[in-house]
């Protein structure tokens, strides 16, 4: 029977384990999250447009100030800018981007000294390549992902916080707006709301506060069309499959087909001494037209207009005088009306030495440009030492 004496040691016990049950659940969180602040930038750049923020997040690799973010349209000016824990602005500078990995190195600068010289800045870092050792956590692990979502912080401000579980360690099949996402290898998916504008280039942490991974870019699932929460572990690796030209015994041109492969420690390393080559970027998924070397501006809309953004040295686009900001209008007398609709002519009707016939936009002028188009050339990656 249910008595007074009963309620009251009831209540006896409640109250004895309030406070001991609640204190170790929240404080191991708030102290990781504490120090990872000190570790974490909030960086500022290029953007401001719709859906193309300009703000992002960024992890401290070295007491000099290199730092590790997503290869966005963010870092795309002169007047890059980070935000450090204890309330210090700083000016930044790309050093390496790998869009394999949709990822970039960049380095604070100090007035005064040149960007690879020692500068006393003496901050707290994550140690990479000792992070790089450690084995991946795996689905059910508890895990904490930091970063500047919906720039919510400035200055000393902290970074927001989110509590989250691996839901699983798998391959990416995403994609930005129509074109697939380049990454293809393991990823976390995690069960927060982890990706949204800002959040790029934040840490995801274990439970101890080691870093296990670098929150991506806002994507969709390929395959469900869904937005996916995830973030590129530090031992990530990309191997893509790329056309060659080679010289034959006879000095011919020969295209063979060579697998490319670039991980996240090599990089990083490389790209900290100054010594990271990048590929050249691959052409898009599912290719099998000629090669050109145009780059376009970030494909964010379903009609995004063939605006060149930047063209690739040595490549046919330079040979046949294309500037970054021409917009191209036609093709063969076809109109183009969006990046995609360029993608997919040179795609179903061009290969290796196709000639083709582009009216762009430059100024307030159509000009006409003749190119031949070719297979990409391949630049090593520097080799580890």
């Known amino acids: 029977m249910f008595t007074r004496q009963t309620f009251v040691a009831l209540v006896a016990v409640f109250a004895a384990c309030a406070t001991p049950c609640a204190a170790p659940a929240a404080e191991p969180f708030a102290d990781t999250a504490k120090e990872a602040n000190k570790k974490l930038v909030k960086v500022f750049g290029a953007g401001g447009f719709s859906r193309l923020n300009n703000f992002g997040t960024g992890i401290v690799v070295s007491k000099d100030g290199h730092i590790i973010t997503v290869a966005s349209q963010l870092l795309d000016t002169a007047d890059l800018v980070v935000h450090t824990y204890d309330g210090f602005r700083y000016r930044a500078q790309v050093m390496a981007t790998e869009s394999r990995l949709d990822i970039a190195l960049i380095k604070i600068r100090i007035d005064g000294k040149k960007v690879d010289e020692v500068n006393g800045l003496n901050m707290d870092f994550y140690d990479f390549e000792a992070a790089a050792k450690r084995p991946p956590a795996a689905a059910g692990d508890w895990v904490l992902a930091l970063s ?41 998916i995690v069960d927060a709301i982890t990706n949204n504008p800002g959040a790029a280039g934040g840490a995801l942490l274990n439970r101890k506060g080691d870093l296990i991974g670098i929150i991506g870019r806002e994507l969709k699932n390929a395959q469900s069309e869904t937005w996916v929460n995830y973030a590129i572990p530090v031992v990530a690796k990309s191997e893509t499959k790329q056309f060659v030209t080679l010289k034959d015994k006879d000095g011919k041109d020969v295209t063979e087909e060579k697998t490319i492969t670039v991980t996240m420690p090599d990089f990083v390393r490389l790209a900290m001494q100054g010594k990271y080559i990048a590929p050249p970027p691959p052409p898009p998924s599912g290719a099998t037209g000629g090669y050109q070397g145009i780059i376009f501006v970030p494909n964010v809309l379903d009609r995004t207009p063939a605006y060149i953004e930047d063209i690739v040295p040595g490549s046919p686009a330079e040979k046949a005088g294309l500037r970054p900001d021409d917009l191209v209008s036609f093709v063969d007398g076809e109109p183009i009306i969006s990046i995609k609709a360029f993608n997919e002519y040179i795609k179903k009707n061009t290969r290796g030495g196709t000639k083709l016939r582009l009216e762009v936009r430059r100024g307030e002028a159509l000009q006409t440009v003749e190119i031949e188009l070719g297979a990409p050339p391949v630049k090593p990656v520097a080799p580890p030492k």
């Open 148 to 188: 500047n979502t919906f720039e919510i912080a400035l200055r000393d401000e902290p970074l927001s916080v989110q509590r989250g579980v691996v839901s699983a360690y798998t391959k990416m099949a995403g994609r930005r707006g129509v074109f697939e996402f380049p990454y293809t290898g393991e990823v976390y």
